[in-house]
């Protein structure tokens, strides 16, 4: 076998294993998740629950499962991935509408930068009946700070992360720089921003200048990575946290396709879990 093809065939099985592996796995269901929502809530923590669909899932699949979680209980906070639902207002409503009912609230999870319009729009369209309802702002995207502008004066509930797609134009020098410039355009809102990110002195800086400005602020953590230092930073601050709760068939193919582009890792959970904890 040429070094070319053992390349092709190497390539092909590593994009392979995600779904391979995943799908021997048992997928987290909607009682899963809202059992661990209430352990959760029983230690002061709040959540967010997220569903990752399976390449089988319809629209109302993932409609009914975000029923079933709420009817279960103790989730307060529901992420919603609009593109697998098409956009359709209906379905986006029937979510909401479910979540109100149980005291909850739907944010609108981020998406490739294709997505980005037609999400804030549908974000913009609950605003009215559900004003309490938000979506994630990447910070690598330049059009973010225009969204922040126009979502600054509103009820929207924000949450910042660094974001997963790249910037078609080209992603920032300086990530951190960028999230912290995200942040700025926020300060001084009077609706709540979540800090979404693992990265501790990051974390500190974005949730110090929120704190300064009196903008209500929490940190979320996706679980599964490294938080230590990064909910020690927003305990010493008094800053409630919150932790975003996958389920559903498509996680397990999602988290290990993360894993295997994430070589570091191992190191990274290392760090957090002995290394010295940040003075922030």
Known sequence: MTSS???TWM????????GALGARL????AGDAAALCERLRRRGIATTAGYFQGEHDTPDTIVRSYRALLEAGACA????????LGFAPGRLRAIAEAA?????????????PGDAEATIAATEALLADFPQSGCVLPARWRRSLGDADRLRDTSTRLRIVKGE????????????????????RLAG?????AVATHDPALAARALDRLIAAGTPCELEQLRGLPRRRTMAAARRRGVPVRLYIPFGPGWWPY??????ARPHLPLWWLRDRFGLRDRA
Do not use: Q
């Not at 390539?11 to 995600?18: F, W």
């Not at 906070?77 to 697998?84: F, I, N, R």
């Not at 009912?101 to 981020?110: E, T």
């Open 5 to 7: 093809r053992l390349w």
């Open 165 to 184: 797609w790249a910037d078609p134009d080209g992603d920032p020098d300086d990530e951190g720089a960028a999230y912290l410039a995200l942040i700025e």
């Open 11 to 18: 390539r092909a099985r590593r994009y392979a294993l995600p």
């Open 26 to 29: 048992p997928a987290p269901g």
């Open 77 to 84: 906070s529901l992420s919603v991935k609009a593109p697998p």
């Open 189 to 193: 809102r009077a609706a709540p921003v």
């Open 255 to 260: 988290a290990i396709d993360k894993a295997l």
């Open 100 to 112: 109100a009912n149980a005291g909850a609230v739907l944010m609108l999870d981020a998406h490739g």
